[in-house]
Structures are given as C-alpha cells and as structure tokens.
C-alpha cells in the first residue's frame, strides 16, 4: 500500500484542475481521503523511492509523519466538507475550490516527502496558493491582510530555500539523517529558524496571522491555524540535529524566543472583539510553547526522543481543537436559527473545544500537556513553570472571552450547514472518545487546579460584568480593540503617516524646482535659437566655421583610410634567414614604392624594428652579417671577399622583396629603382662605396618563387588590360549554376584593384565554388566564417599562393579557370 503515500498528495492536484466546475462542487469533500487512507493502512517505515521526479523524491512513513498525516488529513476532510457545502453556488466558489485544492496538496506532500525538495515544493505551493485563499472575497481588509501575508511568506520561503541548499550542500545529501545534520553550520540554522519561524508565528514575525484569518473564510482559517503553522514544527523536527548534537546557545535561543511569543500574544488576544483574531493570538501563544520544548531539546539532546513525541501530540491535539473552533464560528451563527436544542448542542460543543484547548482535566488538552511535563521537569530553569502556569491562565482566560463573543454572535440563516455539521460534530466526538481511549487518571487529572481557577476568574469577571456594567464596563470597554490586529504594524501606523507625509512633502518641493527648471531651458533655448534662420545660415557659411567643419571631416576620413590599410605579412622561415642588410633592402624597397602601389602602412622604422625583433643575434651570424654600433653592415664570414658578399647580399635582398611585395610593379625609371637599393657596407678594415642593385624587376628569383611566381601568373587574368579601358570581372566558377557575378576590377585611376569588393553574394558563390574544388568552406550561407577561410588558405597553399585567407582576384582567377589543384591528402 505504499502507492498511498504518493497518491495522497497527487490525488488533490488532480482534482484542482476539475475544481472551477460548478457542478463539482462537492469534489474537495473528497480530496483528502487518500492521505486518510495512507495514515491507516501503509505500514509503519514503508518507503517508496522515485528517482524520476524532479530530483529525486523519497516518500515515507515513520512516527512522526504517521501522527501529522493522521491530523492533517482529518481536518482537511472536515474543513473540505465545510467549504464544499456551504460555498456552493457562490461567486467564486470554483477559484476558492482549486485554490483549496492546491494549499492541501502542497500541506499533505511537505508531510509525506522525506527529502529537502519535497518538503520546500509542498512548503511554496501550500503557501502561494494559501495567498489566494486569504484574500477570496476582494474586500479592502482582506486585500491588505493577503499583502501583509504575500511579503513575510516570500521572506520565509527565500530564508527555507537558502537554509536547504546550505543544508544540502554541508549534509552532501538532499536526504539528511540526523548524524548528517550535526555538521550543519550556524547560518543554516539561523535561516532554519527565520524561514520557518514566519510560518509558526514567532514574534516579531506573527504580524500575518492576526490579519489573515479573519479575512479568509472560515475552513480556511481552519487549516491555516490548524494544520499549516504546525509544519513549521516538522521541519525543525526533521532540519536540526535534535539528539545527535547539544546546541545550547541555540537552543536558549529559541526557547526565549518561544517564551516571548507565549507571553506577548496572551494580553493581545483578551482585547479583541472579533472571535477568529482570538483564536489567531491564541494560535500564536501555543506554537511559543512549542518553540520553548523544542528549545530545551536542543540545549539537552537526551530530551530529543521525548520532546519530538510530546510536540507531535501536542500538535495533533491543537491542530484539531483549533480548527473545530474556528468551524465552530460558522456552526454557531447557523445554529442561532435553529431550534434551542441544537442551540444547546453547539453551544455545548463550543464549550468543550475550548476547554480543551485551555487544557482543562478530562480533555484532551490535558492529555497533551501530560505528554510535555516530563520535558518541562528536566529543564534546569527553575522558573519554566511558573511561565508554563501563566500560559495555562492566559489560554484560559482567552476561551472564556471566546466563548463569551461566540455566544452573543448574529443569526446567520444561509442554508448548507446540514452535512458541515455531521463532520464537525465527528471531529468532536472523535476527540472525546480518544481522550479516555488514550488517557490514564494521572493525565486526566492534569492541571487540576490552575485550570479551574483561571475559569473562576474568568466567570467571574463575566458576571461582575453582567452584574454590575456601570462598574466595569468603563473600565475595560477603552481597552477593546485597543491594540488592532497585527498589533506592531499598527504601532508603526504613526511613524508610516510621517514617512507618507515627509514624501509629500518632497514631492511638492520636486514639482516646483522641476517648473523652475523646465523655465531656465526654455528661456535658454530660446536665447541660443531665437535669431532669424538667415542669420544662422550667414554664420554657417563664414570661413572659419565652414573651415573647420571641413578640416575635420578631412582629418576624420585620412585616419579611417589610414587604419583601414591591410599590413604586410612576412615569413619566420625566410626572416629567420635573412641577413641584417637585406633587410635594409627590404626596407628601402617598400618606402620607396609610390603610396598607391603600397599595402603595408607603416613607417619604415617600424618595418625594419619588427623583421628584425623576429632575427635572432644567432641567425644573424649565420647569414654572415653583423650589424656594427654605427649602423652599417660588416662581412664577418671568414675567406669571403668583400665583392663576392655583396654580390650575394644583392641576391639575396632582390629575392626577398620580390616574394615579399608580390604587387610592385616595375618603374620605367632605372634611377628610381637603383636608388630604392642604395646600402653602404663598412668592413672592419676597409670602407667601399656603396653599391647599387639592379633593378628589382630584373632580379633573377631562387627556384621555388619562381615557380609560385609563374603558377600565378599563367592563371591570372592581365590587369592592366582590363583598365584599359576599364571592363567588369565576370565571375562564373565552373560547374556552378547562376549568372556571373560582375565585379568592379579597377579603381578610379584606372589601376587594376587586387581585393574584389566583398558582399554576400560573392561569399556564397565562392564558398560554391571551394566545395565545387573538394574543398570544405562550412555552410554556404553567404557569411566569411571560419571554415570557409580555412578552406581559402588551403586553396592557396595547394596552388603555390600566399595561404593567408585573403579574398584576392587571384583566388577567383582560381576557382574561374578551373585548373586550381585539388586539396592535399596526406598518405
């Protein structure tokens, strides 16, 4: 039966998406049976794993979760018939329905979940969903209670989730067991307690309460109160390391945060008019108890297995006291239009939640409290039960005045309450029979005196009331409602009007500096541009300014034509060879090019400064030249004669800058050349003239360069021909389909371009072409990426090209003929 576990919670989300139906209406009467079922016949330490959901969930049932199933279960079922029967047929009841729906499936899942996921899940959908329930009836109160109740759940739900990713990360487990849990740090634990704390009540963070359940109807605030503030419980029941490690400081902690909580929502309660924000304080003062045993379990860990079973029961008890009470708000003005019997019998019903609730002998309250006492004698405050004796005075004072609002409260003559009234007289005698059924004499007994003393007190102050009212009723009549619910937001009103009013007042001061402002840049605006149009004009066209304007649109465009200018490309392998004067050669060869016919922008020093950082002081040597300190070139090479080194020095420069600057043309005038290649050697003994190279077109090249040299040159087109006159490129690769492409082959002077200009089309039907040639360009898709590069500067280096990627009219001249060579393969 451990499939019971996981359609316990599954079954109401099922049925939340047939809930806005009106005529299933009565489908959250049947909701909660499943889980009902689960907590009856699923056997004790079944577990159910399910690695595929989400991150891994586990479903199980222990003793403790088997007592919160159990109570949870029921009051949902109740509280279901309640809101099925007698919402029917009004406005909104479906919302209300899959919303109700929605907050038990997220409830039932957080129980039967063991993981950290399962329980945050079911945490966050029984909140966001309880959200909707509090604020159903759109009134003005309700709306500020959902927005109150919105914020400190959000704050809650972010401080959980820091806590269990901290904790799943310290625990290396999202399944912690509670030797796992003792290597938890402080900052898990403190966001253990404030992210649950927001749901318990725990003072200063209760405000929610008080305000959000008078405004959500009736069997919501049932299971608000009941049910949803106890899971705060079980998850520090199940989050901290209770029994396995002392934590005593935090356990002082908590248990003085428990203690304040206890006592500060006692008085609160007793000035309330309204019979729901009674039950809410008196909610909020028995969870600060329970934070006190938990606290004191902390501090002790022997105290562990004894404190987790008497919160547990402790727990049941309330949740289904507590939400009896607060159907019994409905029951009671129902009943007011009855017959006096059944008048009597919710009275009397009434009378007995309440008096357990206090704890009174013969209930189950006192059976409860039983279970707590051996936890409250181990404690090593003497004084605990002097706090613990003041809790039990002031819960039952609070019943005595809820008691004495309920009796007084209005007919209510709606019909409905027939079937709500079977379930929760039910849960009524279910609590009493389990209290003799459970109980022995001792814990019956429990509280003999105190309990019935505070009710003397309490009675008593009713009928002197009664009795005299022009005595009393001065006297305590200021003190209703004085403090309204949500007690310290409503202390805060005063300081909140101030800060609304300083913001006014800004906002006042704001608009007033803003129109002075907006007045200067007006008048501003209208000094500046306020003269005739012609008068503008005139100033415009003065030489100075039009001057300017095109002086640095001039300086604008040379520094774009300047940054644009490609660099030239050299080789290590032929740098690393080549001697210190050739580069000079190099040098003096590339600056003296006309500034058209040059693609290398940069200045001739620093040419020479990057071929020679790529020469090392070895290589250098190798070469047989040397550079002297006074910048000229020595033969250092032993039986060279000074003729025959430069002879070689020569061939060696024309080679280089012919493989180097494969686009200068050749001047028609020799001295121009002749002076390109003018260099002086100084040897270590003589000094010569300097010699003069012969022209660089007339150099004869080593056999490799000579062989790339004609490769190219017999697939190229002539450029000077087609600039004279100027004719089109028509680019039409072989074996592709398609118009040729024209492309534009010369420059406004008539001199043949070396790039094509590239667009688009061009890409895609070059990269056509590559794979057309077994090369492999990427996806032709018009775009120069990096595929279709690569495949450029393979087609370049399989034909004898300067493989660098460049898109020249070489490369086209290539693809065109369709005598490029086909990719290399290597054996």
Same mark, same amino acid.
């Given at each position: ?91 909104? %009841? ?17 129980? $039967? ?89 725990? =003072? ?103 404190? $987790? %079973? ?115 007289? %039910?849960? =009524? ?21 105190? =309990? ?108 774009? $034509? ?24 190099? =040098? ?75 686009? $200068? ?48 040159e017999s697939i190229e087109s002539d450029p000077a021909s087609d600039c004279d006159p100027p004719t089109p490129y028509r ?88 005598? %490029? ?7």
């Amino acid at each position: 039966m451990t499939w019971l576990l996981l359609v316990s919670w599954v079954w109401p989300l099922l049925l939340a998406t047939l809930a806005p139906a009106a005529r299933l209406w009565w489908l959250p009467a049947l909701a909660a049976l499943p889980a009902l079922l689960a907590t009856l016949l699923v056997p004790m330490h079944a577990t159910l794993e399910l690695p595929w959901l989400f991150l891994g969930t586990t479903l199980a049932m222990n003793e403790l979760t088997q007592i919160y199933l159990g109570f949870t279960s029921l009051l949902w079922l109740v509280a279901a018939i309640y809101a099925a029967f007698v919402h029917r047929g009004e406005a909104h %009841a479906g919302r209300f329905n899959l919303l109700f729906l929605l907050a038990m499936a997220g409830n039932l899942w957080l129980i $039967v979940g063991q993981d950290l996921f399962s329980f945050y899940a079911g945490f966050a959908i029984m909140g966001i969903a309880s959200y909707g329930l509090v604020i159903h009836d759109g009134q003005l109160a309700s709306l500020r209670a959902g927005k109150v109740y919105l914020v400190m759940t959000l704050l809650g739900e972010v401080c959980l989730f820091a806590a269990l990713v901290l904790l799943a990360n310290q625990t290396g487990t999202t399944l912690p067991s509670a030797e796992d849990l003792t290597s938890i740090d402080g900052l898990t634990i403190a966001l253990l307690l404030l992210g649950l704390g927001v749901k318990a009540g725990m =003072v200063p963070m209760h405000v929610w309460l008080p305000l959000a359940h008078p405004a959500a109807p009736i069997p919501a605030s049932a299971v608000l109160s009941g049910v949803m503030i106890k899971t705060a419980m079980l998850g520090w029941m199940r989050f901290l390391p209770l029994g396995a490690l002392a934590l005593p400081d935090w356990g002082s902690l908590l248990s003085a945060i428990g203690i304040l909580t206890l006592l500060f929502a006692l008085p609160l309660g007793l000035i309330q008019s309204d019979p729901k924000v009674v039950l809410a304080y008196s909610s909020i003062s028995k969870m600060g108890l329970l934070m006190l045993i938990l606290g004191l379990a902390l501090i002790e860990p022997a105290l562990a297995p004894m404190a $987790v %079973a008497g919160i547990a029961f402790y727990a049941a008890n309330h949740a289904l006291v507590k939400g009896g009470l607060f159907l019994s708000v409905g029951m009671r003005k129902h009943a007011a239009t009855r017959p006096p019997m059944v008048q009597s019998l919710v009275l009397g019903a009434v009378i007995f939640l309440a008096l357990a609730l206090a704890g009174a002998p013969f209930t189950s309250g006192a059976l409860a409290k039983y279970e707590l006492k051996p936890i409250l004698n181990a404690a090593d405050w003497t004084w605990i039960g002097m706090v613990v004796a003041i809790s039990t005075v002031g819960t039952t004072l609070l019943m005595v005045r809820f008691v004495w609002i309920t009796a007084r409260t209005e007919s209510h003559p709606e019909p409905g309450y027939r079937w709500p009234g079977v379930a929760w007289g %039910a849960m =009524v005698g279910l609590l009493l029979m389990l209290t003799f059924a459970l109980g022995t004499p001792s814990a019956w007994l429990t509280d003999l005196l105190i =309990v019935p003393l505070a009710l003397a007190l309490g009675l008593l102050v009713l009928a002197a009331v009664r009795l005299r009212p022009q005595v009393l009723a001065p006297l305590l009549e200021p003190l209703i409602d004085r403090v309204p619910p949500g007690d310290i937001l409503a202390l805060l009103t005063p300081l909140q009007r101030r800060v609304e009013h300083w913001q006014q007042q800004l906002g006042k001061r704001w608009q007033t500096q803003r129109a002075e402002l907006q007045q200067r840049a007006v008048d501003l605006f209208e000094q500046i541009f306020a003269a005739p149009g012609r008068d503008t004009e005139r100033g415009l066209r003065q030489w100075p300014v039009a001057g300017s304007v095109w002086v640095g649109f001039g300086t604008l465009l040379l520094l774009f $034509v300047l940054a644009g200018l490609p660099p030239v490309e050299l080789d290590k392998a032929d740098i690393a060879t080549t001697p210190a004067s050739t580069i000079d050669l190099v =040098v003096e060869a590339t600056t003296s090019l006309p500034s058209e016919s040059r693609s290398d922008a940069r200045r001739p020093d620093q040419i020479k400064s990057d071929i020679e950082s790529e020469i090392g002081p070895d290589e250098r040597t190798t070469a047989g030249i040397d550079r002297q300190p006074n910048g000229s070139a020595s033969i250092i090479a032993s039986g060279e004669s000074d003729s025959e080194a430069t002879n070689e020095l020569d061939e060696t420069a024309q080679a280089v800058a012919q493989a180097r600057l494969p686009n $200068v043309q050749s001047t028609s005038e020799p001295s121009a050349g002749k002076a390109a290649f003018e260099v002086g050697f100084k040897p270590d003994s003589v000094t010569e003239p300097a010699r003069q190279a012969e022209p660089l077109a007339e150099q004869p090249l080593d056999a490799g360069e000579a062989s790339s040299m004609s490769s190219a040159e017999s697939i190229e087109s002539d450029p000077a021909s087609d600039c004279d006159p100027p004719t089109p490129y028509r680019f039409a690769p072989a074996g592709i389909m398609g118009a040729a492409l024209e492309l534009r082959r010369c420059d406004a002077d008539a001199q043949p371009l070396i790039y094509p200009e590239i667009d688009a089309a061009l890409v895609r039907r070059l990269q056509q072409a590559l794979a057309e040639n077994g090369y492999e360009p990427g996806p032709v898709d018009g775009i120069i990426g990096p595929r279709t590069l690569a495949a450029v500067r393979a087609l370049q280096r399989d034909n004898g090209l300067t493989a660098d990627g460049a898109i020249r009219f070489e490369v086209l001249d290539l693809l065109q003929s369709g005598s %490029a060579a086909g990719p290399a393969t290597s054996e």
